[in-house]
């Protein structure tokens, strides 16, 4: 069941100390008057142990939009048995949830607003991980396409995932949240 989570306080008691941690590295970027700091002002100084767990994700909006993954932290390539830097995300979801994932990281550079995700992965074998997903936007001063910087990390048991093992698939979210960037957060509604 994929669950809306609208309640801040639960919200807040859900998320883990990394994905707060993120947040909080993403909201001390400078910014020139705008609640989403531009691309051009991103310091990873400031998220350096946060790095192996990190993602540049370019989002193009559109119908359908369409994106380019600039660049992913080493934890992401062990979880993901095959190159993604260069191939557009959306390729990677399972076609009956992709509609769904498409409005969200759309909703995420037109609100402007964060999201969090728990989700799942299995892979051969039977091996299982839940993870927790942070994302929050950067603009780009030259206009489109709009940058999302995101933070994976492992809930639960943390374990390593052999590589020799393919991504069997991705399961809908059980936790969803848009986070209050200074906007305020969409009434979500997916499109028909």
Same mark, same amino acid.
């Given at each position: 069941?994929?669950?809306?989570?609208?309640?801040?306080?639960?919200?807040?008691?859900? &998320?883990?100390?990394?994905?707060?941690?993120?947040?909080?590295? @993403?909201?001390?970027?400078?910014? $020139?008057?705008?609640? +989403?700091? $531009?691309?051009?002002?991103?310091?990873? %100084?400031?998220?350096?142990?946060?790095?192996?767990?990190?993602?540049?994700? $370019?989002?193009?909006?559109?119908?359908?939009?369409?994106?380019?993954?600039?660049?992913?932290?080493? &934890?992401? &390539?062990?979880?993901? =048995?095959?190159?993604?830097?260069?191939? $557009?995300?959306? %390729?990677?979801? =399972?076609? %009956?949830?992709?509609?769904?994932?498409?409005?969200?990281?759309?909703?995420?550079?037109?609100?402007?607003?964060?999201?969090?995700?728990?989700?799942?992965? %299995?892979?051969?074998?039977?091996?299982?991980?839940?993870?927790?997903?942070?994302?929050?936007?950067? @603009? &780009?001063?030259?206009?489109?396409?709009?940058?999302?910087?995101?933070?994976?990390?492992?809930?639960?048991? +943390?374990?390593? +995932?052999?590589?020799?093992?393919?991504?069997?698939?991705?399961?809908?979210?059980?936790?969803?949240?848009?986070?209050?960037?200074?906007?305020?957060?969409?009434?979500?509604?997916?499109?028909?």
């Amino acid at each position: 069941m994929n669950v809306l989570v609208k309640d801040p306080d639960a919200l807040i008691a859900q &998320r883990t100390k990394d994905s707060l941690a993120f947040e909080a590295a @993403w909201r001390a970027l400078p910014r $020139d008057n705008a609640a +989403v700091p $531009d691309r051009g002002a991103l310091s990873l %100084h400031g998220f350096k142990k946060m790095l192996p767990d990190m993602g540049l994700i $370019d989002i193009m909006p559109g119908t359908p939009p369409s994106s380019r993954v600039c660049l992913v932290g080493e &934890r992401i &390539r062990e979880r993901i =048995p095959f190159p993604v830097v260069g191939q $557009d995300y959306f %390729h990677y979801i =399972p076609a %009956h949830m992709r509609p769904t994932t498409e409005q969200r990281l759309q909703t995420l550079v037109q609100q402007p607003c964060g999201l969090w995700q728990v989700l799942g992965i %299995h892979y051969q074998r039977g091996l299982f991980k839940s993870l927790e997903i942070t994302a929050l936007p950067l @603009w &780009r001063k030259e206009g489109p396409p709009q940058i999302m910087v995101l933070a994976v990390y492992s809930r639960g048991e +943390v374990c390593d +995932v052999p590589t020799d093992l393919a991504l069997v698939s991705l399961d809908k979210a059980t936790a969803t949240a848009f986070l209050d960037i200074g906007a305020g957060v969409p009434e979500w509604r997916l499109a028909s």
